[in-house]
C-alpha cells in the first residue's frame, strides 16, 4: 500500500559523532583527576574522563597552533603559547580569554609548568631562555639564560621552599637554577640524548630522569650527584616514581626503597628497583610474534610518548603515538579506560554487538578500535602487524573479520556478556596485501577474502571457535582463485551463500558459485564500468548486484543474463561503498567527494544527499535492524546516522492536524466576528490568503475602516511586520490591491516612519510596492476617464428617449467589461 511504501524511503540524520580531539603534544591531567587537557591544533580539548566526552574547547582567535600549555595545580588557570607568540590566560570552564601578553621570547614556548601554589608560571622558550611570571600581579620576574636550543623540559621542584626550577635543552644536561639569585647553580649531567621527563620522591631528596638515550638515572638531590644509571633498552618517554607506602606485590615491588616505572618506545610498562637496576615487572605484550616486530620498528606506533601518575585515584595514564590516551589502575595494572585522540584515515567502519551497541573501525594503523557508542569508551585491539584495510561482521554481531596489508585475515569475537573482545583465529596465505573481506551470510562457517595478488580465497571457520590461553585457531584456506588481472578491491556473499561478487581494479565484477565444495567456479562477468570496481553488493530481495567504481557511477546488474539494469550518476568522484537499505528498495553510496547518497532504486532519482564529512568516504555500513548507518571518512571523522522517516512523518501529520484546527478556529471566530483574534491566528499560520480573507471579511463590515483601522493597531509589532510583507504580495494583484492599500494607509497614517524602518525588510517591502502602486493609480485614471465618457453617452441616451431599464442594463453590461 502507498503509506507502507512511504515508510520504507528512508531520511538520516547524524546523531552522534567520534572526532579527533588530540593530535599530538602536551598532555596533562588536572589535580581532582577528572578531566584530561590536551592539543589538538589551535585548541586544548578539555575531556571529562568518567563520560570520554569533550565538555571544554578554547582555542585562539588567530586560529595558529598552540605549541605548550599548562594547567595550574589548583584547576582554576589555564594557560596557552601559541605560534604566534602570544600567552592567554584562561577560564577554561566559561572558555574565556581572561588575559593575554606577549611571551617576549623571540621565537615559540616549547614548554611551561606552574609552581605548586600556582602562582609562578615558567616558559621555556625554542631561543634557549626561561621565562618566569607572577600571574597573580602579572609580570615577568625572572629571565633565565644559558641553555642551548630549545628548552623543552622546565619544571619546579615540588617543594616550593627551595626556589628551584629544573630544565633542559638540547644539550642533554638537566640544568638546577636557584630562584633567588637567578642562577644555574650546576647542571646534572648524565644523558646523551634529550632528557624526557622529571620525577621526585615525596621528600624531594631523590630524583629519576629519563632519556632517549635507553637510560634512567637516579639523583640525590642533596649531594647533586647520580646514585644510579639504570639501562632500560628503550628509548624513554616517562617515568614515574611509585608511592613506597602501598601494596604493589602485584607488579613486581617486594621490598621497600624507591621504585618507578617507565614507559616509552617498546609500548608497555616496565616497573624498575631504583637501588639494584633491575627490571621487576614488564607488562604484557600482545603475542611474541609482535614483540619481535617492535624490535626492528622504531617508529611503532604502540610507542608510548607520555606518562602520567594519577595519585588520589592510584592510576596512570599512559599517552601512545597514535594518540590513544590509555588508563591503567594500580596495583595491578589493569586497563580501565581508552580513548582515542586521533583516528587518522577512517578505512571501514562496521556495526558491531547487540542491537548494534558497538562500532569497530580500521584506521591507518595496525590496530582495530571497538567503540561503545553510548559512551565513546574504546578498546584497542592489536594482532595485525600492519595497516587494517578492510572489516565484516557475520550475522549475530559478536563475530567479526579482518584483513590487512600484513597478507592475513584475522577472526575476532565479542563476548556478549563483558563487550570485550579478543582475536580467536587467524590465517595468512596470500602474497601481499589482503584489501576485501566477506563473511558468510547465514551462519558463521566461512570467510571470503580478495588480494592485491589478484586471488580470492575462501577460509573454513571451526565449528567452536572458543579458545584457551594464548592459542589461537589457525585458518588454512580451502581452495584459492586466480579472479581478475588487477588487484580485487571487494568481495561479497549472497544471502544464501550460495554465491560470490568480487570487483576489481580491472574494471570487471564476477560472479561465483560456492554451492559446490572445493573450488569456486566462474558463473559471468559483469562488464560496464570505465573505470576500477570499488565495491560490491547482493540486494537482499532480488537477483541483482550493486558494484560502484571509480568512473563515478553505481550499477545494478541482473544476476540471471548479467546485464546492466540501472545506472545511478550524481558523485563527482570515485563512489567507494554501496550498500542496500530499505528492504533492498534503495541504495546508499559513499564517494571520493565525502557525499554520501540515497537512491531510490525504483525511479533512479537521488532522494537525499548527506553531508558530514570533508574527505572520502571508505566506511559504510547499515544496522541490521535498518534503523541507523555509519559512516567513517579520510577525515578521520566517524559520524552514526539514525534513519528519521517514521519523526518526520509523525511531524508532517501532526502539523497538518494542527493546520485544520487553526483553520476551523478561524471560521469560528470569523463567524462570531472576533476580528482580532482571527487576524492574529491567520497571521500565525503564516498563510498571507488566508489572512487577506479575514481583511476582506472586516472590510464587508458597516464602517469598515474605523474596525480596520483599530483591529490593525491593536496586533504586536511581529504581526504588524508580517502584516507589511503580505501587503506587498497582495498589492501585486489588481483584485487584491484594495485590500493592500486599505491595510497600507492604516500602517502609514498611524505609523511613524522611524517604528517603520524598524521592520525586517522595511527598506526592500516599501520600494516593492511603489511601481504597483503607481500602475494601479493609472489604471483607475484610465477607468475614470473612461467612465466620464460614459456618463456623457448615458446623458445623451436619456435625451433621446430610450426606456430607462434598457439603459440601466448597457450601462452595466459596459462598466462590467471596462
Request: with cysteine; hydrophobic share 35%; proline share 2%.
Amino acid at each position: 500500500s502507498q503509506p507502507g511504501f512511504c515508510l520504507c524511503l528512508h531520511s538520516y540524520v547524524a546523531s552522534s559523532k567520534i572526532e579527533p580531539f588530540y593530535k599530538g603534544g602536551k598532555v596533562q591531567i588536572s589535580k581532582d583527576e577528572k578531566y584530561i587537557f590536551c592539543t589538538c591544533g589551535s585548541r586544548v580539548n578539555v575531556l571529562e574522563i568518567s563520560t570520554g566526552k569533550i565538555i571544554h574547547s578554547v582555542e585562539h582567535d588567530d586560529q595558529e597552533d598552540i605549541t605548550s600549555f599548562a594547567l595550574s595545580c589548583d584547576d582554576e588557570l589555564l594557560v596557552t603559547a601559541s605560534r604566534a607568540l602570544l600567552l592567554k590566560q584562561w577560564d577554561w570552564r566559561q572558555a574565556q580569554c581572561t588575559r593575554s601578553w606577549r611571551a617576549i621570547h623571540t621565537v615559540p614556548v616549547a614548554s611551561m609548568t606552574f609552581d605548586s601554589t600556582s602562582t609562578l608560571l615558567a616558559t621555556g622558550g625554542c631561543d634557549g631562555t626561561i621565562k618566569l611570571w607572577d600571574v597573580v600581579k602579572q609580570y615577568c620576574t625572572h629571565n633565565l639564560k644559558g641553555s642551548s636550543g630549545v628548552v623543552h623540559l622546565v619544571q619546579f621542584h615540588p617543594d616550593i621552599s627551595r626556589l628551584q626550577l629544573f630544565s633542559s635543552s638540547l644539550d642533554c644536561g638537566i640544568r638546577l637554577w636557584d630562584l633567588s639569585s637567578s642562577q644555574c647553580v650546576c647542571v646534572l649531567q648524565s644523558h646523551y640524548s634529550a632528557v624526557t621527563s622529571l620525577s621526585f620522591s615525596p621528600d624531594g631528596d631523590t630524583m629519576v630522569s629519563s632519556g632517549r638515550d635507553k637510560i634512567c638515572t637516579v639523583w640525590d638531590l642533596k649531594s647533586r650527584k647520580a646514585k644510579r644509571t639504570v639501562a632500560v633498552y628503550e628509548a624513554v618517554e616517562g617515568v614515574v616514581l611509585l608511592p613506597e607506602n602501598e601494596d604493589l606485590s602485584q607488579i613486581g615491588v617486594k621490598s621497600k626503597g624507591l621504585h618507578f616505572i617507565t614507559a616509552g618506545s617498546k609500548g608497555i610498562l616496565r616497573v624498575w628497583e631504583a637501588s639494584t637496576g633491575r627490571c621487576v615487572y614488564t607488562q604484557t605484550a600482545v603475542s611474541e610474534e609482535e614483540e619481535e616486530e617492535e624490535e626492528e620498528k622504531d617508529d611503532d606506533p604502540r610507542s608510548l610518548t607520555y606518562l602520567l601518575h594519577l595519585p588520589s585515584s592510584s592510576r596512570l595514564a599512559a599517552v601512545t603515538a597514535e594518540h590513544n590516551i590509555l588508563l591503567y589502575q594500580l596495583p595491578g595494572l589493569t586497563t580501565q579506560q581508552q580513548f582515542v585522540g586521533y583516528n587518522d584515515e577512517v578505512l571501514d567502519v562496521k556495526f558491531l554487538g547487540k542491537d548494534d551497541s558497538h562500532i569497530v573501525v580500521a584506521t591507518n594503523s595496525c590496530q582495530l578500535k571497538v567503540f561503545e557508542l553510548l559512551t565513546n569508551s574504546c578498546q584497542i585491539l592489536s594482532g595485525h602487524t600492519d595497516t587494517v584495510l578492510s572489516l565484516d561482521v557475520f550475522k549475530k554481531g559478536f563475530l567479526f573479520a579482518s584483513c590487512a596489508k600484513d597478507r592475513s585475515v584475522r577472526v575476532w569475537q565479542m563476548d556478549s556478556d563483558s563487550g570485550q573482545v579478543h582475536c580467536v583465529a587467524q590465517g595468512s596465505s596470500h602474497t601481499n596485501a589482503v584489501g576485501s573481506i566477506t563473511c558468510s551470510r547465514l551462519k558463521a562457517s566461512f570467510l571470503v577474502s580478495g588480494s592485491q595478488d589478484c586471488t580470492v580465497k575462501v577460509w573454513d571457520l571451526p565449528p567452536d571457535l572458543s579458545v584457551t590461553g594464548a592459542d589461537i585457531h589457525q585458518l588454512t584456506p580451502r581452495t584459492t582463485e586466480k579472479a581478475h588481472d588487477k588487484d580485487v578491491n571487494s568481495v561479497a556473499v549472497s544471502p544464501n551463500d550460495k554465491l560470490l561478487a568480487s570487483g576489481s581494479q580491472d574494471r570487471t565484477a564476477k560472479l561465483w558459485t560456492l554451492a559446490g565444495e572445493g573450488n569456486v567456479s566462474l558463473l559471468g562477468v559483469f562488464r560496464g564500468h570505465r573505470r576500477g570496481i570499488w565495491a560490491v553488493c547482493f540486494s537482499p530481495v532480488d537477483q541483482v548486484l550493486a558494484t560502484t567504481s571509480a568512473d563515478g557511477t553505481t550499477k545494478l546488474w541482473s544476476l540471471q543474463d548479467f546485464s546492466c539494469l540501472k545506472t545511478f550518476e550524481g558523485h563527482d568522484a570515485s563512489v567507494l561503498k554501496v550498500v542496500f537499505v530499505s528492504r533492498g528498495t534503495q541504495l546508499l553510496t559513499s564517494g571520493s567527494d565525502g557525499l554520501v547518497k540515497l537512491w531510490t532504486i525504483k525511479t533512479n532519482e537521488c532522494v537525499k544527499t548527506l553531508d558530514a564529512h570533508q574527505d572520502k568516504v571508505w566506511g559504510l555500513h547499515g544496522s541490521r535492524k535498518d534503523d541507523k548507518m555509519v559512516t567513517g571518512s579520510a577525515d578521520s571523522n566517524i559520524t552514526v546516522w539514525v534513519d528519521v522517516t517514521e519523526v518526520e512523518l509523525a511531524e508532517e501529520q501532526a502539523k497538518q492536524e494542527d493546520q485544520i484546527l487553526k483553520q476551523q478556529e478561524l471560521s469560528n471566530l470569523l463567524h462570531e466576528k472576533k476580528y482580532l483574534k482571527a487576524l492574529g491566528l491567520a497571521i500565525s499560520l503564516d498563510q498571507p490568503h488566508t489572512v487577506l480573507t479575514v481583511i476582506k471579511a472586516i472590510r464587508q463590515v458597516e464602517d469598515s475602516s474605523e474596525l480596520l483601522e483599530k483591529t490593525v493597531l491593536k496586533l504586536r509589532l511581529d504581526q504588524k511586520e508580517s502584516l507589511l510583507r503580505y501587503c506587498v504580495m497582495w498589492n501585486t494583484n489588481a483584485r487584491n490591491c484594495q485590500d493592500a492599500q486599505a491595510v497600507l494607509q492604516v500602517l502609514l497614517t498611524h505609523l511613524p516612519p522611524e517604528e517603520l524602518l524598524q521592520y525586517q525588510g522595511a527598506r526592500a517591502h516599501l520600494e516593492g510596492l511603489i511601481p504597483y502602486t503607481e500602475r494601479h493609480m493609472q489604471r483607475i485614471g484610465r477607468l475614470l476617464q473612461a467612465s466620464m465618457f460614459l456618463n456623457y453617452m448615458w446623458q445623451k441616451m436619456r435625451v433621446a428617449g430610450a426606456p430607462s431599464s434598457c439603459n440601466c442594463f448597457f450601462m452595466t453590461s459596459l462598466y462590467t467589461k471596462s
